[in-house]
């Protein structure tokens, strides 16, 4: 069960899938290749090497393992002899001792060899063929070659070789790209190890000092690290790694993620203000040509009104039908005759007009309490703490200067509309009330009238 257990398909079912390149592969293919192997090659545990990485080890070489597991080296496992020969003599426990360390030894050497094949067999499956033809043995294949000598043969090839060119435009691809304050800090600290080890694919060395350089600059950029950089600067040379670098900038910007949130809040409040005064003028604007288009409607009826009540002229009064409130005939002028045939009943109404007049006048009515109620809403418009809009406020100001008087419309009334001349008499309304004499007329704006 063991052995079935480290078989080199068992190995694999374990492993993440590995992405297949383009032909002919790409720098960036090849290097994700890679990480994915590396990963894989964690997931099959053993003790050596420290016992944390798995067979980590075999991806890379002995340098660079140390940078992973410093001071714990992963030795790898030596090919037991074919049978145990066990000497004569050897006593009961020994020989048990001894076949029990051989089968773990042969064990531990066939799931090394097992995990080694396995990533061997990804690489192959994910590359094309004619890109590994170059190392591979008629017989044995890739055995011979380590997991990162095969690496080392993709990235020589001419679509993977980076070359200066290549560096420097990634290297200003970097700079452009820089640092803003919303992304992960360990999303843009990767993006610099990358970069790192890219150039040394081109044979250009970034050390850790030029990576925290380059990325002071990008941060000092931002506006909201000066504080923590000046920190920095003030520690002491040892302590300036590219590890203490992370963790100090880490909680940096935690602060400046604050700093930013209370700036922002006072920027939206300000800018919110300003689109606020930019709609009310926009309103204003827009109110102001409603009132023009409505006031140029009015004056289109009125205009009809008044072409209508000049071809029909106006009736008067009968004298059988018109009586004031107290239940007396009304007083008319001398120029007026003091009796009529009774109208048409059916083309007058019971003010004597037509009733085409009546209605142009009641649309006229009906346009210019809309048009002042609009006018009255805009004025009473305005930004919070101003004076609001109240359907049922009085007139505390008189709209005509002279001494006018209307029996329907009370004490304050445009130069020429009179009790005589009112075009719109409510029922007993009396034609020669005035304000010495109302005749029982309205009181209407009274006050107003000094």
Not at 300 to 320: C, F, G, I, R, S
């Amino acid at each position: 069960m063991a052995a079935a257990a480290h078989s080199i398909e068992a190995i694999i079912a374990r492993f993440e899938p590995a992405p297949h390149v383009s032909n002919p592969p790409l720098y960036e293919e090849i290097s994700e290749l890679r990480k994915v192997i590396q990963r894989n090659a964690t997931k099959i545990r053993t003790n050596r090497g420290g016992g944390r990485h798995g067979h980590l080890a075999i991806t890379m070489t002995t340098a660079e393992y140390a940078t992973i597991a410093p001071g714990t080296p992963f030795d790898e496992p030596q090919a037991p002899a074919l049978t145990l020969n066990i000497p004569a003599g050897t006593s009961q426990v020994q020989a048990a001792n001894m076949t029990s360390n051989y089968k773990m030894a042969s064990a531990e050497f066939a799931l090394f060899n097992n995990v080694n094949d396995a990533l061997k067999q990804q690489i192959q499956e994910a590359v094309p063929h004619e890109y590994l033809d170059d190392i591979r043995d008629e017989y044995t294949g890739l055995s011979d070659h380590s997991i990162n000598d095969i690496f080392d043969h993709l990235f020589d090839q001419p679509s993977g070789v980076v070359t200066d060119e290549d560096v420097e435009a990634r290297r200003q691809s970097i700079e452009e790209q820089k640092y803003s304050l919303e992304e992960e800090l360990a999303i843009y600290y990767k993006r610099l190890q990358d970069f790192k080890t890219y150039a040394a694919q081109g044979d250009e060395t970034i050390s850790d000092a030029n990576l925290m350089n380059m990325a002071i600059r990008h941060l000092r950029a931002t506006g909201h690290f000066h504080k923590a950089i000046r920190d920095w600067k003030d520690k002491q040379a040892a302590q300036k790694t590219w590890a203490n670098f992370k963790t100090h900038f880490n909680k940096a910007r935690k602060q400046a993620q604050q700093e930013a949130a209370h700036t922002s809040g006072s920027t939206f409040q300000a800018a919110n203000q300003v689109l606020i005064e930019q709609l009310e003028a926009k309103m204003s604007s827009k109110m102001d040509a409603i009132q023009q288009e409505n006031q140029k409607t009015l004056n289109e009826v009125a205009a009809q009104v008044q072409h209508v009540v000049h071809k029909v002229p106006v009736q008067p009064l009968q004298p059988h039908a018109a009586y004031n409130i107290q239940g007396a005939p009304p007083t008319l002028p001398a120029y007026f005759p003091q009796s009529f045939p009774p109208p048409p009943y059916h083309m007058y109404g019971a003010n004597g007009q037509s009733k085409e007049v009546s209605e142009l006048k009641a649309m006229v009515e009906q346009l210019t309490a809309k048009l002042a109620d609009q006018t009255t809403k805009k004025r009473g418009r305005g930004r919070s703490g101003g004076t609001k809009y109240d359907p049922n406020r009085q007139r505390t100001k008189r709209l005509y200067n002279n001494e006018n008087y209307c029996w329907t419309h009370g004490w304050d009334c445009d130069k020429d509309h009179t009790s005589a001349t009112c075009k719109n008499q409510a029922t007993g309304h009396q034609v020669t009330a005035t304000r010495s004499n109302t005749m029982g007329g309205s009181d209407k704006h009274k006050s107003l009238v000094t």
